[in-house]
């Protein structure tokens, strides 16, 4: 009898894009671990003969920065390799916090229930009723821009997913015999938690998860490119973007290599979260 | 014999509705069941479905507290103590449940599975645990190489002999087994019911065995009782039950009861309309809608349990019915 993995693995691999998306994910988290060694030049070193120089292949372009630099002179390549690793560090940070907090909030309100269950749902709901930008806006505004408090607002915005799934999965699993059965025998509600509950709800988690996992890029991206994430001189994609906005008749390359980097990285996790999101759900199976 | 489990007019009353609009009401899932269940003896409880069977196995089991009455185990009583003495006398109550799918973890291996209950309660080293996991899977006819696997490879009866062997891990004195065969085929059902009945030669255990099927039940149980709506209408050792059933709706109920034999083929007394809401239950007997014997003294009374023939009926008419 094959492995769950092994199981899982076919089904997996039956979707192409899911593959690519795998692949890809793989190929930015490399040259994100590697940045150091891959990048040609500093991400905020500048060189002042070599404003907006056009990329390689581009009349004027030269190998010394083969996707050009940009007005002050920066290295794109190099800022877009270092960007990469910022981005997945937000990505992965962003979605371990809300994962954990939502998780946490999500078992909790299914286990408690009654007052708490009624207080923790209704304040979910109050954050769903705001568009997720806007109020990540309106955090920002409050706390002060910034990474780190860039970071902090779209944890807040994207949380009332994670909560609800917990919440829905654990209030179906909390109805089975095995639950039931681990309860006679005198466990204690941390145990059936986590211990019990929570690895059978994991599978919508790990997916809501991955797919949540662009969100977070994409509004990270937002908040920089509206100047309220990562400050410049960063390398923040977002941020770039925004930096290098009054270049686009001039030199596209300033923008359209961040853009595309994005794209890319959202591209990716999505195509990876959706062939998950299949694999992982029985009803799908043949 | 040792009495190990005695309930004395158990109740177990749900508050329902009150909402802004629904109307408040009650349902009594469990309305006055007395029972003593002692060491080595089986006592079936049967009935249609709805009718307070499962919930019944939740209270033995003191996942659920009952509104009224006291049930004793091993001489203590469990109602109205606090929660730790319940808690300490809960461990010699398991369960086993009906649907074999549903009640192994599966994300846990067999080995996980049958450890898991020592470990809760902190019993023995790392060792003697998985030793006496092992020893336990020989014992309810497992290989040991399935030790590693997940409950999704076994068949329904593999899974209902893990489901056993776990319930058993912590040495209870009485298992509550809520319909344990009803989901398995009629040939891993006999498997399943012997292996229950030689560990309960070997262990000493009572049994208080939930089902609705009466072939089952006579192949198990010591006594008999029969619920209907939330009460018991007879109850007494199996024989006598089964021999001279003095309550109608037991009658019907064995009636109803598929035999390949055609001399035990009775008379088709078919039950007739559905049970009566338990939220709204009628004054009188319960069974009176559905009862070809009813008089107006049903309606207006509830008859209470008393001895005929050697066992407890809860009939007015059960002298005429026979």
């Known amino acids: ?286 | 014999m040792t009495v190990l489990m005695q309930a004395h007019d158990v109740r177990l009353h749900y508050n329902v509705g009150g909402g802004l609009f629904a109307q408040k009401g009650v349902v009594k899932a469990v309305d006055g069941v007395s029972f003593s269940l002692s060491a080595g003896q089986t006592l079936a409880v049967v009935g249609e479905s709805g009718c307070g069977k499962s919930t019944l196995a939740r209270v033995a089991t003191l996942l659920e507290t009952p509104t009224s009455g006291e049930l004793a185990i091993d001489g203590k009583p469990t109602v109205s103590v606090d929660a730790a003495a319940r808690k300490a006398l809960r461990l010699s109550v398991q369960m086993v449940f009906q649907n074999p799918y549903g009640s192994l973890n599966p994300r846990k291996t067999v080995g996980d599975i049958l450890q898991e209950p020592l470990v809760i309660n902190a019993q023995g080293n790392a060792a003697a645990r998985q030793a006496a996991a092992r020893a336990m899977m020989a014992q309810v006819g497992l290989r040991d190489d399935q030790w590693a696997r997940y409950p999704h490879m076994f068949s329904g009866g593999q899974r209902q002999r893990i489901a056993i062997a776990r319930a058993l891990m912590l040495n209870p004195r009485i298992l509550v087994a809520d319909e344990p065969v009803s989901a398995l085929d009629i040939s891993i059902q006999a498997q399943v019911l012997n292996l229950l009945m030689d560990l309960q030669a070997q262990y000493g255990l009572a049994y208080l065995f939930i089902s609705h099927d009466l072939g089952v039940v006579r192949h198990i149980a010591d006594d008999v009782m029969v619920m209907y709506c939330g009460r018991p209408v007879e109850h007494g050792p199996k024989a006598s039950v089964f021999a001279t059933p003095r309550h109608p709706y037991t009658r019907m109920l064995l009636a109803a009861t598929p035999s390949v034999d055609p001399t035990h083929r009775k008379t088709h007394l078919t039950i007739k309309g559905e049970l009566p809401s338990p939220l709204n239950p009628p004054p009188g007997c319960a069974f009176a809608s559905r009862c070809p014997h009813a008089t107006s003294l049903c309606t207006e009374q509830r008859p209470e349990p008393r001895e005929l023939e050697g066992h407890l009926v809860a009939c007015h008419h059960a002298e005429a019915i026979g």
């Not at chain 1, 969100?215 to 925004?242: N, Y």
């Open chain 1, 1 to 286: 009898m094959p492995s769950q993995l092994a199981i899982f693995w076919r089904s997996f691999a039956e979707n192409r894009g899911a593959v690519f998306g795998l692949g890809l994910m793989l190929l930015l988290i490399l040259v994100a671990a590697l940045a150091d060694v891959m990048s040609l030049h500093g991400p905020i070193e500048q060189f002042r003969d070599n404003f907006l120089t056009p990329p390689v292949w581009e009349e004027g372009g030269t190998w010394r920065f083969p996707l050009g630099t940009d007005d002050v002179g920066r290295d794109m390549l190099s800022r877009l390799i270092h960007g990469a690793r910022l981005s997945l560090m937000i990505g992965f940070t962003l979605v371990a916090v809300a994962l954990t907090v939502g998780t946490s909030l999500g078992l909790t309100a299914a286990f408690v229930g009654g007052t708490v269950d009624v207080l923790i749902m209704r304040l979910i709901d109050v954050i769903l009723v705001f568009p997720s930008l806007l109020l990540a806006i309106v955090v920002v505004a409050i706390i002060g821009p910034g990474l780190f408090n860039a970071m902090i607002a779209v944890a807040v915005v994207t949380l009332p997913g994670y909560v609800r799934l917990a919440r829905a999965s654990a209030l179906v699993e909390l109805n089975r015999d095995y639950v039931t059965a681990t309860r006679a025998m005198g466990a204690s509600m941390r145990r059936l938690m986590f211990d019990t509950v929570l690895p059978n709800c994991m599978a919508p988690l790990i997916v809501h998860a991955t797919l949540g996992f662009s969100t977070a890029v994409l509004d990270a991206a937002a908040l920089g490119f509206l100047g309220l994430g990562a400050q410049p001189p960063t390398p923040e994609w977002g941020t770039m973007l925004s930096s290098s906005l009054q270049y686009y008749q001039r030199a596209w390359w300033v923008l359209a290599f961040p853009g595309f980097a994005i794209l890319v990285t959202v591209l990716a996790f999505n195509l990876f979260g959706d062939g998950l999101r299949d694999a992982l759900d029985p009803k799908l199976k043949r």
